[in-house]
């Protein structure tokens, strides 16, 4: 199921052999919460060089229903034939629902109707959509959470994961757990012993990158990781800069997700080698070579600053098109690059000359 290929010191590549394929990480992953990476299709993204992404198991549900993906399963719905994540929800039903959560599960209401989304649930839903890797539902707290909210959280973390690991039928089908416990040592530590005693494909680390001090984040990193046995891919929610994904494979992250390159790129951003930069700025009116010179992806190679700054200036979609699809390229690139270094043990002069030129 996985398999490490190569080590520098804590930094290591490795296979993730799923139901679609063989994941070579460290793998990057589109976020493509309801069955979509905004503005891109997925032979683009196979183009590209995508090997996975991950999609929303809530949305999903809610929208066109795990029913209907039943039918079909995900993969044909949306013409993919690689890996397919699917995150429970969690995380959005805090950010994004007015609900009760409650040991038996959260609820909330969406047009009049009340939806009570349990670990069961959330599992039955993903098992129906036919992803190859779901994600247990956990609770995930905010930053300026107490010890005591979080310990509490904690509990029902765990809880959960039992539930979800209890309910889970799909043998096709690997799941992963999420660890929580805020940026308390202690907590993230018991929740890890819980976890492993439960037994999961793979573990993620949970509720960091929600508004922590990097500082912190990094810190809480760099204490979790090794508590996870090295036998098992982990995973890092929701870290997309390329710094901090630099950073984290240092310490032994193998997965990643975030909406952070097309995010930026529908926000004008591009993500260069040199460093981020606003394409609607007035100097790149005229500029007439590529958003970045190193870069080969098909923007770069056929497209100018100025037409991409024309675009944007005149609220064209393929603007927005046009610079995910560099972004996106810019951040799998890197992970390429970042897997060659590991298997030749140059990882951290490889992650030294990145830095340097992308913060200047």
């Given at each position: 199921?996985?398999?490490?290929?190569?080590?520098?010191?804590?930094?290591?590549?490795?296979?993730?052999?799923?139901?679609?394929?063989v994941?070579?990480?460290?793998?990057?992953?589109?976020?493509?919460?309801?069955a979509?990476?905004?503005?891109?299709t997925?032979?683009?993204?196979?183009?590209i060089?995508?090997e996975?992404?991950?999609?929303?198991?809530?949305?999903?549900?809610?929208?066109?229903?795990?029913?209907?993906?039943?039918?079909?399963?995900?993969?044909?719905?949306?013409?993919?034939?690689?890996?397919?994540?699917?995150?429970?929800?969690?995380?959005?039903?805090?950010?994004?629902?007015?609900?009760?959560?409650?040991?038996?599960?959260?609820?909330?209401?969406?047009?009049?109707?009340?939806?009570?989304?349990?670990?069961?649930?959330?599992?039955?839903?993903?098992?129906?959509?036919?992803?190859?890797?779901?994600?247990?539902?956990?609770?995930?707290?905010?930053?300026?959470?107490?010890?005591?909210?979080?310990a509490?959280?904690?509990?029902?973390?765990?809880?959960?994961?039992?539930?979800?690991?209890?309910?889970?039928?799909?043998?096709?089908?690997?799941i992963?757990?999420?660890?929580?416990?805020?940026?308390?040592?202690?907590?993230r530590?018991?929740?890890?012993?819980?976890l492993?005693?439960?037994?999961?494909?793979?573990?993620?680390?949970?509720?960091?990158?929600?508004?922590?001090?990097?500082?912190?984040?990094?810190?809480?990193?760099?204490?979790?990781?090794?508590?996870?046995?090295?036998?098992?891919?982990?995973?890092?929610?929701?870290?997309?800069?390329?710094?901090d994904?630099?950073e984290?494979?240092?310490?032994?992250?193998?997965?990643?997700?975030?909406?952070?390159?097309?995010?930026?790129?529908?926000?004008?951003?591009?993500?260069?080698?040199?460093?981020?930069?606003?394409?609607?700025?007035?100097?790149?009116?005229?500029?007439?070579?590529?958003?970045?010179?190193?870069?080969?992806?098909c923007?770069?190679?056929?497209?100018?600053?100025?037409?991409?700054?024309?675009?944007?200036?005149?609220?064209e979609?393929?603007g927005?098109?046009?610079?995910?699809?560099?972004?996106?390229?810019?951040?799998?690139?890197?992970?390429?690059?970042?897997?060659?270094?590991?298997?030749?043990?140059?990882?951290?002069?490889?992650?030294?000359?990145?830095?340097?030129?992308y913060?200047g």
């Amino acid at each position: 199921m996985f398999e490490v290929v190569a080590e520098e010191k804590d930094a290591r590549t490795g296979e993730l052999h799923t139901k679609h394929g063989v994941v070579e990480t460290p793998c990057f992953m589109p976020v493509a919460t309801k069955a979509t990476v905004k503005t891109l299709t997925s032979d683009e993204l196979d183009e590209i060089g995508v090997e996975a992404i991950i999609s929303n198991a809530l949305h999903l549900y809610l929208n066109p229903g795990a029913n209907v993906l039943e039918n079909i399963g995900i993969h044909r719905f949306m013409n993919w034939n690689k890996t397919v994540f699917t995150d429970s929800g969690g995380f959005q039903i805090i950010r994004d629902f007015n609900l009760k959560v409650t040991n038996k599960g959260p609820m909330f209401k969406i047009n009049k109707t009340n939806h009570f989304f349990t670990p069961e649930k959330c599992t039955q839903t993903q098992n129906q959509i036919g992803s190859d890797v779901a994600m247990v539902l956990d609770d995930c707290p905010s930053y300026e959470s107490s010890y005591e909210t979080v310990a509490h959280s904690l509990k029902r973390t765990i809880e959960w994961a039992n539930r979800c690991k209890n309910t889970h039928k799909n043998t096709k089908q690997l799941i992963f757990g999420i660890i929580q416990g805020g940026v308390f040592p202690d907590l993230r530590k018991t929740c890890v012993e819980e976890l492993l005693k439960i037994g999961f494909d793979g573990y993620a680390v949970g509720g960091l990158t929600i508004g922590e001090p990097k500082e912190e984040m990094f810190r809480t990193l760099n204490y979790t990781i090794p508590l996870i046995p090295k036998n098992k891919p982990r995973y890092m929610m929701g870290l997309g800069s390329p710094g901090d994904i630099l950073e984290s494979i240092s310490l032994g992250v193998d997965v990643f997700d975030s909406a952070f390159p097309t995010r930026n790129a529908r926000h004008r951003t591009a993500i260069t080698t040199n460093g981020n930069f606003e394409i609607t700025k007035k100097k790149y009116a005229d500029d007439f070579s590529p958003v970045d010179e190193k870069c080969i992806c098909c923007t770069c190679k056929n497209y100018t600053k100025a037409y991409i700054h024309h675009l944007f200036k005149e609220k064209e979609l393929l603007g927005m098109r046009l610079l995910s699809i560099h972004n996106l390229f810019f951040i799998l690139n890197m992970m390429r690059n970042a897997r060659k270094a590991i298997r030749n043990n140059e990882f951290d002069e490889f992650k030294k000359d990145f830095m340097e030129k992308y913060y200047g």
